[in-house]
């Protein structure tokens, strides 16, 4: 059984840098898509980052807000990581991790973790 869990988040001031991690068991991210997506309140979700199963590429969510966003993989620990610099209090949102075995099945049928609350205090 595959399983993920988001863990870093947490209330933080605007411009300052947060580190999110995505903890998988039962499936190993370096064979696997795995992405990072946001909800906001009121908002639908944005897909913020992905690295691909293939060759570890990674790709961004659209928009230049999000090229303060960077996504890292650790295959010895098998988790993926979401990285952003100078937060912004409209990054204030509910963090999600996927995983997948492709990135473009990910958001329609990925294991998705709980999400965890980041919130950016200005």
């Known amino acids: 059984q595959v399983k993920v869990v988001e863990s870093g988040g947490g209330l933080v001031q605007a411009g300052s840098s947060l580190r999110l991690s995505c903890a998988v068991s039962?499936?190993?991210?370096?064979?696997?898509?795995v992405g990072w997506f946001r909800q906001a309140p009121g908002k639908d979700r944005e897909f913020v980052a992905g690295?691909?199963?293939?060759?570890?590429?990674?790709?961004s969510g659209g928009g230049s807000n999000l090229r303060r966003f960077t996504i890292s993989r650790d295959n010895a620990k098998n988790t993926v990581d979401l990285q952003v610099v100078n937060l912004k209090p409209e990054d204030t949102a509910v963090y999600y991790c996927?995983?997948?075995?492709?990135?473009?099945?990910?958001?329609?049928?990925?294991?998705w973790g709980p999400g965890i609350q980041v919130t950016v205090s200005s």
């Open positions: 039962g499936r190993a991210v370096s064979e696997s898509a």
């Open positions: 996927a995983i997948e075995r492709t990135l473009v099945r990910l958001e329609d049928s990925g294991t």
């Open positions: 690295i691909s199963d293939a060759d570890g590429g990674t790709i």
